[in-house]
């Protein structure tokens, strides 16, 4: 049996019903406590946490330490040449946008991969070895749940499972909200703030993900940072001050609301966005995240026709970790050293791929080939053609067993596992966010979804 295997299995064997009821009652108590909820859900409907082993957690250090230099230079060579940036499909008022100088250099200091770790050697999809980290959507404008995923390990180590399992395994949480604050502070001293800036958690205040603003208010408010969450519908924009509830004047957002969204609800004279762009406001994540933010930033990695824009190393990790994906459209291409007409090509094998809109999120507009008769999935590939969207090949999405407490027995189930790390200024890892599902697409609100921490272990010697 390998390591992770050991540990889960040993994990799985202390978990009792009497132990199951005492962390279950101990976990439910712990969620409402810290308002650890997406809307009215429970983040965590499970009584295991995400293990890693540290070999693990390399393998996904290096996978995407080498697979983003050629994102990166993919967005350099969109922001100079509006030919190439075309590939990326923005809308107009994008177009204009991502002309904005923030002030600071990194387009996302602030990101989430959304992977897939596949360790079974046996995998269809995985590469020379023996194991892969495939990556399904980069979160380049508002990666969400790092203040969750904090919490949620403070409340799952005093667990009594827990207090168990580290007799035997050291296990050690992956913080994340300091990271933002650095993110943050570092683009505000960059952009040419001098004093401690006041900041503003920008986002409508229905969001179901509101709670998670609060739990970052009380951290940063911990820092000794001013802060308060601002809905974009309270902001005025007054003599050079960007102001909330007409009172409080802020010089740093920690932007969660989708540009789209702001946009299409607000318009581009709206407060927020014309102090950013004189200047009187540091926003992070800026306007120009939302070039690899666009699911299309995938097809123009893995398009043939920009090969020649990468390095032997680049285009190395390309094949190794980015699925074959293409903007929908009537052309010719190379799928696995096969040239084919895409549109007959993907509808007659509908079984192997994905289709995506171009700019959504949670999971919305996603249509899975191998869950959709022929006709639908015909007449998406035929809409997708009037409305830009990705057709990508199909990950084979890997399982792991989680214990759940029903009726008062532990029970345990398998269920679906993506792996999401966290990524800093477009370099490296630190974080990582893990959810549950026992259905193909995988997010909070899913069938059987669930948010679960992510610790790295270790067996004790």
């Given amino acids: 049996m390998n390591e992770l295997g050991e540990a889960i299995d040993f994990y799985h064997s202390l978990l009792d019903d009497e132990t199951g009821i005492q962390s279950q009652a101990q976990l439910t108590r712990q969620l409402h406590h810290r308002q650890l909820f997406f809307g009215e859900r429970p983040l965590c409907t499970v009584l295991r946490p995400r293990f890693l082993t540290i070999r693990q957690y390399q393998l996904l250090q290096g996978a ?53 770790f596949v360790t079974e050697p046996d995998s269809a999809l995985v590469g020379d070895l023996g194991e892969g980290l495939y990556l399904a959507e980069y979160n380049a404008e508002t990666p969400a749940a790092t203040a969750y995923c904090d919490v949620l390990s403070e409340v799952f180590l005093p667990l009594p499972i827990m207090g168990a399992f580290q007799r035997r395994y050291e296990t050690r949480p992956l913080p994340a909200r300091h990271h933002v604050l650095h993110a943050l502070l570092d683009a505000y001293r960059q952009w040419g ?20 603003f609060m739990l970052f208010q009380d951290y940063f408010t911990s820092q000794d940072f001013e802060c308060v969450i601002a809905d974009p519908r ?19 957002i920690y932007k969660r609301v989708l540009l789209s969204e702001l946009v ?36 123009v990695l893995s398009d043939e026709a920009n090969q020649g824009l990468f390095s032997p190393q680049e285009r190395l990790a390309i094949q190794r970790h980015i699925p074959w994906t293409r903007v929908v459209a009537e052309r010719r291409t190379i799928f696995h050293d096969q040239e084919i007409d895409l549109i007959p090509f993907v509808s007659a094998r509908k079984d192997d791929f994905v ?18 008769d022929q006709t639908q999935w015909e007449a998406t590939l035929q809409a997708a053609l009037s409305e830009p969207s990705i057709i990508q ?13 029903v009726e008062g027995h532990v029970q345990i189930y398998n269920r679906l596992i993506d792996t999401n790390p966290y990524i800093w200024y477009g370099e490296y890892i630190s974080g990582c966010l893990t959810r549950l599902s026992t259905v193909d697409l995988l997010n909070v609100t899913a069938g059987g979804g669930s948010v679960v921490p992510t610790f790295l272990i270790e067996k004790r010697s």
């Avoid at 986002?203 to 709670?211: A, C, F, G, K, L």
């Avoid at 005025?236 to 740093?252: A, K, S, T």
């Avoid at 966005?273 to 120009?288: L, S, T």
Wanted: charged letters at 30%.
């Fill in 193 to 212: 703030g001098r004093d401690r800036p006041r900041i503003a958690i920008l986002d409508w205040r229905e969001v179901p993900t509101y709670s998670e």
């Fill in 355 to 372: 289709l995506k809109p171009n700019d959504e999120y949670g999971g919305k507009g996603i249509v899975l080939g191998w869950e959709s």
């Fill in 234 to 252: 309270q902001i005025e924009y007054r003599h050079g001050q960007l102001l909330v509830d007409g009172i409080r004047p802020v010089n740093l």
């Fill in 264 to 299: 299409t609800r607000e318009g581009l004279d709206c407060p927020v966005i014309r102090a950013v762009r004189e200047h009187a406001v540091c926003m992070v994540n800026p306007f120009r995240c939302k070039l690899l933010h666009k699911k299309a930033s995938f097809a």
């Fill in 393 to 405: 090949e199909r990950i084979c999405v890997p399982s792991e067993p989680y214990p759940s407490l």
């Fill in 64 to 116: 995407i330490r080498s697979v983003m230099p050629a994102f990166a230079k993919a967005h350099r060579l969109a922001l100079a040449d509006p030919a190439f940036r075309a590939q990326f499909h923005l809308v107009d008022w994008e177009e204009e946008l991502v002309q904005v100088d923030p002030g600071f250099r990194d387009p996302s200091p602030t990101a989430r991969m959304d992977s897939f």
